[in-house]
């Protein structure tokens, strides 16, 4: 600490939260090294290193920890001899961190509004690939869970994305777009399907409303992990593509979950009911005994020009996402697509979602009814 006084109030100091396993100390130094290893991906190694060596260095401190990172790295930078330019791209390495992993996990990646968001925080390609970088490195520096396949694949494709848009391109050429012509040829034979392949569930039944409620609720029952869903209606058929986490049932009996989602297509399966079964059998056990998450709603009308994105935040408990959805029909809320994510004990959820008009939510006193709504079913057991 002599020769970088800063770090001393991170010495040994731990991080109150289920997802990271080391104190924050011991996290940037394996971030670090992790960041070495991925050296070879930038043109600016030096910096990546540094970056990650200083990305959470104001967790010691009051405050926002990137705010006041942002003051430190600037000092440290200077001091340790770094023109302008290098400096501030050590200040928008650490004051952007979480940019990239909160963005492509809670944001849809095929809207524009949200790549030019991207792109006009970061600015730049070179910082880009630094943020890319750095993203994995902090990841597998925090636990084994925190880097999934299925983050690095949403991280890479808002990285591709953003490249796209700040060399001129437009970033839906990257990839084709949800619904592809594979799904459009299944939904014009117009016949029931429910098919699990590969942790990708895909449901073609006819459209009425509480088709997606009724599928998470079915997955619910078996402990099946939503991680995303595109949701898509072509005339009076429903197209639903859901990626899945890991779950006991769906590794040892994919077929009686898929049994179960055609049950609750039909609205023959009591999800309530059996829901409130398992809760009591399995009460919920907190993998720490830090604060839970506070239940939060929050309304953004600027990121997409399509649709309203409701953030849900709340601790994790058996059903969530059900009872959320459920709270959707109550209100006539359309969902366009989903993303769900978990962090140790508490679940961010996002969801693009239209009124009945088919239109954005604008209306400042249906959007309070919806925030009523949804804390009310966070709070709900059934």
């Not at 959470?56 to 001899?81: C, N, S, T």
Request: with cysteine; proline share 5%; aromatic share 6%.
């Amino acid at each position: 600490t002599r020769l970088l006084p800063e770090w001393a109030p991170n010495r040994s100091r731990p991080q109150r939260n289920a997802y990271h396993r080391f104190t924050v100390d011991r996290h940037l130094l394996e971030a670090a090294a992790e960041a070495a290893r991925l050296a070879d991906r930038v043109e600016r190694p030096d910096l990546l290193v540094l970056g990650a060596l200083f990305h959470d260095i104001g967790k010691g401190y009051p405050g926002d920890h990137r705010i006041v990172g942002v003051e430190l790295v600037h000092r440290l930078a200077v001091r340790m001899g770094y023109d302008h330019a290098d400096v501030e791209t050590l200040e928008a390495m650490v004051r952007h961190h979480l940019l990239l992993p909160d963005v492509a996990s809670r944001r849809d990646l095929e809207d524009e509004g949200t790549i030019r968001f991207v792109a006009d925080e970061i600015g730049s390609v070179g910082t880009l690939e630094l943020l890319a970088a750095l993203t994995e490195a902090d990841s597998i520096a925090t636990s084994p869970s925190a880097w999934s396949p299925w983050k690095a694949e949403l991280v890479r494709e808002l990285a591709e994305r953003t490249t796209r848009y700040l060399t001129g391109g437009w970033p839906g050429d990257v990839a084709p777009a949800f619904p592809q012509p594979e799904h459009l040829a299944l939904l014009e034979a117009a016949e029931e399907l429910v098919r699990l392949v590969d942790h990708r569930l895909l449901v073609i039944t006819p459209d009425r409303p509480g088709t997606f409620s009724c599928i998470s609720g079915a997955l619910a029952l078996h402990g099946v992990e939503i991680l995303g869903a595109n949701l898509h209606t072509e005339g009076s058929w429903a197209l639903q593509e859901l990626r899945l986490g890991g779950g006991i049932g769906l590794e040892e009996h994919p077929d009686r979950v898929t049994d179960d989602v055609r049950l609750a297509l039909r609205r023959r399966l009591a999800i309530t009911a059996r829901l409130l079964r398992r809760a009591s059998t399995y009460r919920y056990q907190r993998i720490t005994t830090a604060q839970p998450a506070e239940p939060q709603v929050t309304v953004d009308n600027e990121t997409s020009s399509t649709a309203t994105v409701l953030e849900v935040r709340g601790p994790d408990s058996i059903g969530f996402l059900f009872r959320i959805t459920r709270a959707f029909i109550e209100l006539d809320l359309n969902i366009v697509r989903a993303k769900v994510q978990t962090l140790g004990d508490d679940v961010i959820d996002s969801f693009y979602v239209r009124g009945p008009d088919g239109k954005k939510v604008l209306d400042a006193e249906y959007l309070a009814e919806i925030e009523m709504a949804v804390l009310a079913a966070i709070g709900s057991d059934a």
